[in-house]
C-alpha cells in the first residue's frame, strides 16, 4: 500500500472517529438534559430557568408538551444567534435544541427517580448542567438561557458563562412563580438553578482555567480576523525564525475559555488545515475577558 493510501486511510479513520465523538457527545448531553428534566424536575413541580422552566409552567397550567413548547420559545433567539455566531454555529444550536425536546417528550413515561422535592431540585440541576456543559465543550448550545447567556457573558466580560444564566433563570423563576401562584416551590427552583450554573462552570471552566493557544500558519491574518470576528477574543502576533527553513514566521497567541475552543480548532481547520497547533492548559487567567486582576 503506497504512502498516500495510507495517510488517507489515517486521515478517514480520524475523521471517523471525530464523527462518532460528536455524535455520542450530542446524544449523551441530549440524555442527561431530558432526564434531569423527566425523572426529577417535571415529577416534582420545579420550575427551571430559561426556555426549559417557562415549558415546566405553560406545562403545569395548560399541559402542554415541555419539548415542542422549548423549539417554539428557542425560535427567536436562534435568530438573534445566527448574526452573532454565523451558521455553523446555528446549525448546531438548532440540531441540539430539536434533539433534546424531542428527548425530553419521548421520555415522559420514566418513573420518579425521588419523592424528596429537594433532592429532586438539587440533583436534576445538576444533571442538567453537566449535560448542557458536555454539550457546549463541543460546540453544541441547548438554547434558551444557556444561549443567551452564552451571548451576554461575551458582552459583559466580569460574569462567567454559568454566572450568567444564573442570573436570567432567577428572573424567569420568579415570573414562573407569580404565575403559578406558588411562592414556597420557589426556594426549590433557586436550589435547581444554582446547582444547574456550577455544574456548568465545572464541566466548562473548571474554576478560572482557560487554553494557551499558539498556532503557526502563513494565513494567521484569516485566522486572526476569525478569532475576532466570531470569539471576541484578542489575539497577539509572535515573531518567530523557522530553525530549518531559516525564514520568518508569525506566531499567533490567543487565551480562550474551554467552551469556545472547539470553535477556534473549526476556524483553524478552515483557514488552513495544514496549520501547526500547541494548546496547553492556562491555570489561571486575569485580565479582559476573564476575571478580574486580584
Keep these: 500500500m503506497s504512502s498516500k493510501k495510507i495517510l488517507k486511510q489515517k486521515l478517514d479513520n480520524k475523521n471517523n472517529q471525530n464523527l462518532f465523538l460528536e455524535i455520542g457527545t450530542l446524544l449523551a448531553g441530549s440524555a442527561l438534559y431530558a432526564l434531569s428534566l423527566t425523572v426529577f424536575l417535571l415529577p416534582s413541580r420545579t420550575v427551571m430557568g430559561g426556555a426549559a422552566g417557562i415549558a415546566t409552567t405553560l406545562n403545569i397550567l395548560y399541559g ?14 436562534v435568530l438573534i444567534a445566527l448574526k452573532k455566531f454565523g451558521f455553523r454555529f446555528l446549525s448546531k444550536t438548532i440540531i441540539t435544541i430539536v434533539i433534546s425536546s424531542v428527548a425530553t417528550d419521548l421520555l415522559t413515561f420514566l418513573p420518579v427517580a425521588l419523592d424528596d422535592p429537594l433532592l429532586c431540585a438539587f440533583m436534576g440541576g445538576a444533571m442538567m448542567g453537566v449535560g448542557t456543559g458536555v454539550m457546549m465543550t463541543r460546540g453544541y448550545n441547548t438554547g434558551g ?48 438553578a444554582t ?26 491574518n484569516i485566522i486572526s480576523d476569525a478569532i475576532f470576528r466570531e470569539l ?21 497567541m490567543c487565551v480562550v475559555k474551554r467552551q469556545e475552543l472547539y470553535i477556534l480548532k473549526d476556524i ?17 487567567v486575569m485580565g479582559y475577558g476573564f476575571s478580574e486582576i486580584s
Design 145 to 192: 438561557s444557556d444561549l443567551a447567556g452564552l451571548m451576554l457573558s461575551q458582552k459583559i466580560k466580569r460574569f462567567s458563562t454559568g454566572r450568567m444564566i444564573l442570573t436570567i433563570d432567577f428572573f424567569v423563576i420568579v415570573g414562573s412563580a407569580i404565575a403559578l401562584n406558588n411562592y414556597t416551590a420557589i426556594l426549590y427552583s433557586l436550589i435547581a
Design 268 to 284: 483553524v481547520k478552515q483557514a488552513d488545515p495544514s496549520a501547526f497547533m500547541i494548546l496547553s492548559d492556562a491555570r489561571e
Design 195 to 220: 446547582s444547574h450554573s456550577f455544574a456548568v462552570d465545572f464541566v466548562l471552566d473548571g474554576s478560572r482555567a482557560a487554553k494557551l493557544t499558539l498556532v503557526i500558519s502563513d494565513k494567521y
Design 232 to 252: 471576541n477574543r484578542g489575539v497577539t502576533i509572535l515573531n518567530g525564525v523557522g530553525w530549518y527553513s531559516r525564514m520568518n514566521k508569525n506566531v499567533i
Design 64 to 77: 402542554a408538551d415541555v419539548g415542542m413548547i422549548i423549539i417554539a420559545l428557542n425560535i427567536p433567539l
